[in-house]
């Protein structure tokens, strides 16, 4: 990775359509902003009823939380990686990647086995789990066991 | 994989992180290549090769393992 900023990089990077890193920092937020406005719409129509009578302010306060990582989903889009400061040029061949890899093999593995698991003793012991909680916390715990195990195999082999 | 790559390295007097930006790659990447911990993938072998004009067999050399 490289120590320094390289000539036309910079903290943020620059939009792969062109333009300085202040116009894809504002096109990222206004980005994000339309898409909050467009998740806020979709929760207004289809939410929970208890929700309908508070249009206003869950719509409000549903996009004030998705604001940031919207924003951040529309910067990674829009970003020219070669334009990021320590951007390596490679990172396919980057031992970062090949830990990655083995996370993710890793952890495709574990849930295979878990969502089984899972499903027996559930179907077993007749609980009923809604399904919205059961998709998040397999989707928790997928990111989480891909961040564990890539930090273990980075202590042992780094 | 055996490797003579900081022999290579020292003689041409880069520092890890010249040559792995030479590379295009992290300094972890040369780091674990020197120490034997990641056998890199052929484009990156050909191009350590092409950094240090030699055979790629001159800087790798197979394991007993």
Same mark, same amino acid.
């Given at each position: /990775?490289?120590?320094?900023? =390289?000539?036309?990089? =910079?903290?943020?990077?620059? =939009? @792969?359509? #062109?333009?300085?890193?202040?116009?894809?920092? &504002?096109?990222?937020?206004?980005?994000?902003?339309?898409?909050?406005?467009?998740?806020?719409?979709?929760?207004?129509?289809?939410?929970?009823?208890?929700?309908?009578?508070? !249009? /206003?302010?869950?719509?409000?306060?549903?996009?004030?939380?998705?604001?940031?990582?919207?924003?951040?989903?529309?910067?990674?889009?829009?970003?020219? @990686?070669?334009? $990021?400061? #320590?951007?390596?040029?490679?990172?396919? =061949?980057?031992?970062?990647?090949?830990?990655?890899?083995?996370?993710?093999?890793?952890?495709?593995?574990?849930?295979?086995?878990?969502?089984?698991?899972?499903?027996?003793?559930?179907?077993? $012991?007749?609980?009923?789990?809604?399904?919205?909680?059961?998709?998040?916390?397999?989707?928790?715990?997928?990111?989480?066991?891909? $961040?564990? @195990?890539?930090?273990? &195999? !980075? !202590?042992?082999?780094? | 994989?055996?490797?003579?790559?900081?022999?290579?390295?020292?003689? %041409?007097?880069?520092?890890?992180?010249? *040559?792995?930006?030479?590379?295009?790659?992290? %300094?972890?990447?040369?780091?674990? *290549?020197?120490?034997? %911990?990641?056998?890199?993938?052929?484009?990156?072998?050909?191009?350590?090769?092409?950094?240090?004009?030699? %055979?790629?067999?001159? *800087?790798?050399?197979?394991?007993?393992?």
């Amino acid at each position: /990775m490289d120590s320094k900023e =390289s000539v036309g990089q =910079s903290k943020w990077g620059r =939009s @792969r359509f #062109g333009g300085s890193t202040a116009l894809l920092i &504002i096109l990222s937020l206004l980005g994000g902003l339309v898409l909050c406005a467009a998740m806020a719409l979709i929760w207004w129509t289809f939410g929970p009823e208890a929700d309908q009578q508070r !249009k /206003m302010l869950s719509g409000l306060v549903f996009a004030l939380l998705m604001l940031p990582a919207a924003s951040a989903l529309c910067w990674v889009f829009m970003l020219d @990686r070669d334009t $990021l400061a #320590g951007a390596v040029r490679d990172p396919e =061949s980057s031992i970062e990647g090949k830990w990655y890899e083995k996370a993710a093999f890793g952890a495709f593995h574990d849930l295979i086995a878990l969502c089984g698991l899972g499903a027996m003793a559930l179907g077993l $012991l007749r609980i009923d789990v809604e399904p919205v909680m059961l998709l998040v916390g397999v989707v928790l715990l997928a990111a989480v066991d891909v $961040l564990v @195990r890539y930090l273990v &195999i !980075k !202590k042992v082999e780094g | 994989m055996e490797n003579n790559l900081s022999e290579y390295r020292r003689e %041409r007097g880069f520092s890890q992180q010249a *040559l792995a930006d030479l590379l295009g790659v992290s %300094r972890q990447t040369v780091i674990s *290549l020197e120490k034997g %911990r990641y056998d890199p993938s052929l484009p990156l072998a050909f191009k350590l090769s092409a950094v240090f004009g030699c %055979r790629i067999e001159d *800087l790798f050399v197979p394991g007993e393992n």
